[in-house]
């Protein structure tokens, strides 16, 4: 009764409490919708005007942002060029959804004219994105390398393989192997800024080119083995070396397919015909006689050697392939610096020469590091050594300041190189202690006081004495590793 009184006094009518439930009742349905409402529009979630949930500009929206989002992991993996088949797909699908973003009717509200325009940007940044890594420099730089890979293994392998002369090209093998090693290690000096495309493409690069470059090695040292065997050995000895001729053609093959060089075959068919020679020698009987046993053993381990390059077209697409931070020789070398840099701070603090030993097993360490063949990991631990060897040279030249005790009668010349040498120590304490780069004014400073103490040598004149001319020489090589050291701390270069 007091309720309806209450009721009456303000004029409302009473209904059992149905508008306050019923209205809390809504509020909570409003809550829920807007919190469930999925996609990248949930700001502008709930009822907009007449239309009852989500807004049909933002639903349509949202449709094509799911697009965009799967492809974006597409544009994101890519690491080809513009050339690619799969770059104009990516291009189109990416162009027809901006159009079909920019067809959609906003109504002349702000709001979703917002939300129409960063769908739009989104879809333009992936553009830019892939036409950025697939024009890069280093891209480019990389695919320059493989052609020049490609022309290098066409005129020495795949040519004389499909003119029959794949037996008569071992002369010039090692000659081969060199110019592919040297691409390789110019492949691995490729800077990628740390743009995954870009690491993925040097990698698929490098992998394929050390490859054939193990390739080309098994082919030279076959070359100089004593085999084939004569047939009168034993009766499986004409079989072997029947397939001691098909193996040579299998690793032409398998050279072409890996470079791109083989339009028609492919490295599942190669890898049928390599397992069935393997099943065919497995089967033969040669357990009575030791040396035909031995030459079935090295050719199936040269058909092994074949296989384990055979599938390489997934290189490059698990991280931890291409990612070298996650490699263990790698992070060992990493180990390693990070102690040089210890001890490095150490000596430019106090002076002392205490560390030469642990500087001298941290070099030992490194030799037994393995680097898989893998030029970056062979160029990282190149540098490191470097490292140690810059702490190690500066430490020898103070010590050998310290002990200097020049006779009266000493040659002004050699004098003269000795304080070029002085001025040379401080100065490569400066350059161990220099953390910037080379648009620094004091990286030009330091190049440019070091290229006076080369001007300063070049000016002294021995006047005939020996000791002065060797101390000088010295000298000059001792400025020139300072530089030398100098530029690789600014290279930017990394795994």
């Known amino acids: 009764m007091a309720v309806r009184w209450l009721?009456?006094?303000?004029?409302?009518?009473?209904?059992?409490?149905?508008?306050?439930?019923?209205?809390?009742?809504?509020?909570?349905?409003?809550?829920?919708?807007?919190?469930?409402?999925?996609?990248?529009?949930?700001?502008?979630?709930?009822?907009?005007?007449?239309?009852?949930?989500?807004?049909?500009?933002?639903?349509?929206?949202?449709?094509?942002?799911?697009?965009?989002?799967?492809?974006?992991?597409q544009v994101c993996s890519f690491s080809g060029l513009q050339s690619d088949r799969e770059y104009k797909r990516l291009e189109r699908e990416l162009t027809r959804l901006l159009l079909e973003i920019d067809q959609v009717e906003t109504e002349g509200r702000i709001e979703l004219q917002q939300a129409r325009k960063r769908a739009a940007g989104e879809v333009e940044g992936l553009l830019r994105y892939l036409e950025g890594n697939a024009t890069h420099p280093s891209r480019l730089a990389i695919e320059e390398l493989s052609r020049e890979a490609q022309s290098l293994l066409l005129a020495g392998v795949v040519a004389p393989f499909r003119q029959g002369q794949a037996q008569d090209a071992s002369e010039s093998g090692e000659e081969l192997v060199e110019a592919v090693q040297d691409v390789a290690m110019r492949l691995a000096q490729v800077k990628t800024g740390g743009s995954v495309p870009l690491r993925k493409a040097r990698y698929r690069a490098l992998t394929r080119v050390c490859a054939v470059q193990e390739v080309l090695e098994g082919r030279v040292r076959m070359h100089t083995l004593a085999l084939p065997l004569s047939d009168e050995t034993h009766e499986a000895v004409q079989r072997i070396n029947q397939v001691m001729v098909q193996v040579s053609g299998a690793r032409c093959q398998l050279v072409a397919l890996l470079m791109g060089l083989s339009g028609r075959d492919s490295c599942a068919h190669l890898a049928r015909i390599l397992t069935e020679l393997l099943v065919e020698l497995d089967a033969l009987d040669v357990s009575s006689n030791t040396a035909v046993r031995n030459y079935r053993k090295q050719v199936v381990e040269e058909i092994n050697g074949l296989l384990k390059h055979i599938d390489l077209e997934?290189?490059?697409?698990?991280?931890?392939?291409?990612?070298?931070?996650?490699?263990?020789?790698?992070?060992?070398?990493?180990?390693?610096?990070?102690?040089?840099?210890?001890?490095?701070?150490?000596?430019?603090?106090?002076?002392?020469?205490?560390?030469?030993?642990?500087?001298?097993?941290?070099?030992?360490?490194?030799?037994?590091?393995?680097?898989?063949?893998?030029?970056?990991?062979?160029?990282?631990?190149?540098?490191?050594?470097?490292?140690?060897?810059?702490?190690?040279?500066?430490?020898?030249?103070?010590?050998?300041?310290?002990?200097?005790?020049?006779?009266?009668?000493?040659?002004?010349?050699?004098?003269?190189?000795?304080?070029?040498?002085?001025?040379?120590?401080?100065?490569?304490?400066?350059?161990?202690g220099f953390d910037g780069k080379r648009a620094d004014k004091s990286y030009m400073v330091l190049e440019e006081l070091l290229t006076k103490q080369l001007l300063a040598l070049d000016a002294v004149d021995p006047q005939g004495d020996q000791r002065t001319k060797t101390a000088r020489k010295q000298a000059v090589k001792y400025a020139q590793n300072i530089l030398s050291y100098l530029d690789m701390k600014t290279d930017e270069w990394e795994y």
């Open 314 to 432: 997934g290189e490059g697409d698990d991280t931890f392939r291409y990612d070298l931070a996650q490699n263990d020789s790698i992070r060992e070398i990493e180990g390693i610096r990070g102690r040089v840099s210890v001890l490095r701070a150490e000596v430019l603090r106090q002076g002392v020469a205490g560390q030469g030993a642990e500087l001298q097993s941290l070099l030992t360490h490194l030799d037994q590091v393995d680097t898989g063949r893998n030029p970056c990991i062979r160029e990282a631990r190149r540098r490191a050594v470097l490292e140690i060897q810059a702490v190690i040279t500066y430490l020898d030249l103070w010590e050998a300041l310290g002990r200097r005790n020049p006779s009266p009668d000493e040659p002004p010349p050699h004098a003269a190189v000795w304080r070029v040498l002085a001025s040379l120590s401080d100065l490569q304490a400066q350059v161990l």
């Open 7 to 73: 009721c009456s006094l303000f004029g409302k009518p009473f209904d059992g409490g149905k508008r306050t439930m019923d209205h809390g009742s809504q509020q909570q349905q409003q809550q829920q919708q807007t919190q469930q409402m999925p996609g990248p529009f949930q700001g502008f979630a709930g009822p907009q005007g007449p239309y009852p949930g989500q807004h049909p500009t933002l639903a349509r929206l949202d449709e094509l942002q799911r697009e965009v989002a799967a492809l974006g992991q």
